[in-house]
């Protein structure tokens, strides 16, 4: 099999109704699997901010799948890093039964091994959060899984930001802007 | 004139939607009522005079109409359909004009917002189902976001590479009242439809050219949607680059040129075909390198330094690379690099594609066109039809042998005057496409190609030709087979003729009820007299000409075969 590498791709788009999906399809068209997602508001006002991950062949085909979903009318800009480009974050909640917790001896140094917080203490429960990259809240998710169980898990998509020093997009939008007048 | 478009006055969604669309220039529609788009259709009854509307016989003939109408007229299409059925009918027309790159505005009726989810009675996801398809599609809920939404989709549809726009109306936005004024759209932030001009490449395109020994240009469609024909012609010129062109570059420019060498692809020419493995320089102007034009990438050009101009930033290396990108409008590109290039000739280089015509001519077309014994040709009508019209009537197609042959020997001397589905492939789109046609250029002749098989899939139009007196010329190649794939069935399948013959009506007599006058032809000597009349008629004519059964259309390049073997049949070779 192909050797595959892990990809970021980074989307700003106005804040319409349907825009995920015009993103999905152009994956799907691909047959492409979404590895992670995650969708919030960008600093600017009306646009939101995409980042997805997936594992592509090449960077030629990161190229090209980036052209697709830059050219939808709707997205202002999508980009495309390797992990190397980029800080990047992801989060991690797990429930775990209180009483087997409290069984353990070692709770503090879990927490400080993994650099964890416990967020809810009930009878029943805690809820564990470990930040990190995937590598780091599954090795909590496995070790407390072969230790004292999880009741649940839950992980978050990807939130990324690039090294380099890269065009924000509000002076983009101001140059766009820019042009249009100057064309008027 | 200003004020006037800034009047604000308070009317309905389906009053702002029809006001909106005369606001945009439009002055014709194809469309089928039902219940969702009812109020729209109400608000047209009072705009009789300033929008014909065209009632075809079902939504798919609707968007082909609108994108025959769009082809030839420069201007953009228009379909007005229902929802749910209504909707998801007009798809493959859509479809069609995304991949064809044919600007059209789509307006589908949508069940009242409150039921939308609810698997209402013809409710379908619009949007979710158009998405894929469209170049923008979006969903009106309020009536005050009427004139936003078909400014931006008038916008969107002809502006950078053109496309179709889906507007899906909710009922209750149709009949809500909103304060109206509208304003044209002229620019999107997130939407850059005209890249700006990198000079760098322009110099670099320019300095190719002049030094290639044999330069090849590739002319598609792009150069007619960017009406950059003249400037085309002048670039060709100035260094006498012979070309080819696409199945939707056809008309571009003369079919007589001297430059030209023919069609590209896998029933183009041979030279086109050959020397896009031999030429030094390719270069590709408003063309995608569509699998049917490329056949194998891995043994495509491999030897030239490819030149791309295109519109489409995502064009760019999709399947080619190019050793030079010049991206944006090829009316602006193109000047520029002409003032660069050098005034030169290659004609030794011409001389190898003269020497491929000849081959084909002898080995192929002498026998297509003018055969004296043996069943019709398709080739023959197509030509003697071309020859009847001057070369200056518009030539629409449906898709398979009759397209083929069509876009090989119909001959071109104006600009738009090829309507063919050319990406999608889409059978029983000629009918109505050139129902459309002759909407957008009523002074022209339309020229109607379809087989036995395409006909019948859209055959129904025949009832909109009537209602409207449409004077189409269609001439159909009968040979009682899906002739295209029949084809591949003998050359491929082992002659397993699996489902293509046809037990077919007397098209002549199904004409004759909707009022189309009709002529069946069978003999050769008749074929001559028979076209005249058809000219001559003044209204619809339904020419059916019984043609070779087992027709084939040569050359022919095999799917993922390389350029350079090409096929000529006939146990001729290369």
Known sequence: MQEKTFYTITVFSENTVGVLNQITTIFTRRQLNIESLSVSPSAIDGIHKFTITTFLDSEEAAIKLVKQIDKRVDVLKAYFNTDEELVYQEIALYKIETAKLVA???IEKLVRKYNARILDVSDHSTIIQKTGHYEETQALFEELSESIGVL????????????SRVERLSDMIERRRLIDESNK | MKEEKTKTAV???????????INEGVDTIFGYPGGAIMPVFDSLYDQKEKIDHVLVRHEQGAVHAAQGYARVSKKVGVALVTSGPGATNAITGITDAMMDSTPMVVISGQVISSLLGTDAFQEADVIGVSQPVTKWAYQIRRPEDVAWAISRAFYIA???????????????????????????TTSLRSYRPNPTINNEKIEE???????????????GQGVILGNAEKELIAFLEKAQIPFGWTILGLSAVPTDHPLNCGMLGMHGNIGPNIKTNECDVLIAIGMRFDDRVTGDLNTYAKQAKVIHFDIDRAEMDKNVKATVKVLGDAKRTLPLVTNLLNENSHPAWMDEFKACEKKEYDCIINNEL???????????????VSEATNNKAICVTDVGQNQMIST???????????VTSGGLGTMGFGLPAGIGAKYGAPDRTVCVFVGDGGLQMTMHEFGTIMQYDVNVKIILLNNNFLGMVRQWQELFFDERYSETQMINPDFVKVADAYGIKGRKVVKREDLDDAIAEMIAHDGAYLLEVEVETKGM??????????VSNIILGNGHSL
């Open chain 1, 104 to 106: 353990t001896s070692n």
């Open chain 1, 152 to 163: 649940q898990f839950i992980r978050s998509g990807r939130v990324a930001i690039t090294k």
């Open chain 2, 11 to 21: 009317i309905t969604g389906s009053e702002a939607m029809i006001q909106s669309l």
């Open chain 2, 158 to 184: 002809s502006s950078g590479r053109p496309g179709p726009v889906i507007l899906d109306f909710a009922k209750d936005a149709q009949i809500k009242t909103c304060e109206y004024h509208y304003e044209k």
């Open chain 2, 205 to 219: 395109a320019a300095q190719l050219i002049n030094q290639a020994k044999k330069p090849f240009a590739l002319v």
């Open chain 2, 370 to 384: 003018y055969s004296e014994t043996g069943p019709i040709k398709m080739g023959e009508v197509v030509n003697k």
């Open chain 2, 408 to 418: 090989r020997y119909f001959k071109f001397t104006e600009t738009r005057s090829i």
């Open chain 2, 553 to 562: 259309v040569y050359p022919m390049v095999p799917a993922g075969g390389s």
